[in-house]
């Protein structure tokens, strides 16, 4: 499909909104007469990720685009290094905060990675709030389930990126360069490297420090324990994984399809662990405007 540039439709610039006792920073696409999706990025990423055009062409088919900064990412709040403020429950309680601050009653809810665990645990704790569900490139984020390991070169990376020294935080092309390079571990076929310098460019920019979207995702505590598990989640769920995510290969898809009542999975080729590249939007997006077409929003 020609996907819409966002150029050609309404987008709200950007603005800090207060929820649950922070601000987050947050940017629309589309009118918000129509059904909204939430998108809810994954660990340490900002909603830069959510690249502009995808945004746009789910707006231009009818529907109200919301993409957020989660705690510690782009312009929200951020806490120090190592010492984050907040439980990972807070950071589900910012979906309901979010649906509540923009006047919404419910939402489809897409979340990618670390994103899509939340959008399970949202669910879950607020089914009234949710009109479907969309899991991309994720996994369970309950216990009880059997998933296949983390592939070889993914535990190599994260071996070497562990021991390897942040660059400075006023050194923009270092930070940019390094984010790139990070992408191209996860996204090991059809990696195109100037779509995602642009992103990585645009994180940085609007990123004060990103040392605490590094480390304060993974330092955060449970917070009140979520006693759930998969079959739990009631509201209408499509589940999206490539086929080359080397962080969590497709086995994880093909559980939540499984394990999520009457869940439908859509695999995407050769795609790593990102959001769905435009080489894949002829498919993708006509599957996630039917999925969010027929519930109630």
């Known amino acids: 499909m020609t996907p819409l540039a966002a150029g050609d439709l309404l987008v709200d610039m950007e603005q800090m909104l207060a929820v649950n006792g922070i601000e987050l920073c947050t940017e629309t696409f589309g009118s918000p007469a129509d059904p909204p999706i939430l998108l809810i990025g994954g660990k340490s990423a900002s909603m830069d990720y959510w690249e502009d055009d995808f945004c746009a062409a789910l707006a231009a088919g009818g529907r109200y685009v919301i993409r957020y900064d989660h705690r510690d990412t782009g312009r929200s709040t951020i806490w120090p290094a190592g010492a984050p403020g907040y439980t990972w429950r807070d950071m589900v309680a910012d979906v309901p905060g979010l649906l509540d601050v923009l006047g919404l009653d419910k939402a489809h809810l897409f979340g990618i990675s670390m994103g899509g665990a939340l959008a399970e645990c949202a669910a879950v704790l607020y089914p009234e709030r949710v009109a479907t569900v969309i899991l991309d490139q994720t996994t369970s984020a309950?216990?009880?389930?059997?998933?296949?390991?983390?592939?070889?070169?993914?535990?190599?990376?994260?071996?070497?990126?562990?021991?390897?020294?942040?660059?400075?935080?006023?050194?923009?092309?270092?930070?940019?360069?390094?984010?790139?390079?990070?992408?191209?571990?996860?996204?090991?076929?059809?990696?195109?490297?100037?779509?995602?310098?642009?992103?990585?460019?645009?994180?940085?920019?609007?990123?004060?420090?990103?040392?605490?979207?590094?480390?304060?995702?993974?330092?955060?505590?449970?917070?009140?324990?979520?006693?759930a598990s998969l079959a739990d989640i009631t509201s209408p769920t499509l589940v999206i994984h490539g086929t080359g995510d080397p962080l969590m290969p497709i086995g994880h898809g093909e559980v939540l399809a499984r394990e999520i009542p009457d869940a439908t999975l859509l695999v995407l080729e050769d795609v790593g662990h990102e959001p769905p590249p435009p080489y894949t939007w002829d498919t993708a997006i006509p599957t996630i405007l039917d999925h969010t077409a027929t519930r109630e929003s």
């Open 142 to 227: 309950f216990e009880g389930v059997e998933l296949p390991p983390i592939g070889e070169e993914m535990a190599g990376f994260f071996a070497e990126a562990a021991e390897r020294p942040m660059p400075e935080m006023d050194d923009h092309d270092a930070l940019v360069a390094m984010l790139v390079e990070d992408q191209r571990a996860f996204i090991p076929k059809r990696f195109d490297e100037a779509r995602m310098r642009a992103v990585c460019e645009r994180s940085v920019r609007r990123t004060p420090d990103l040392r605490p979207s590094f480390e304060n995702h993974d330092a955060a505590p449970e917070g009140e324990r979520i006693e």
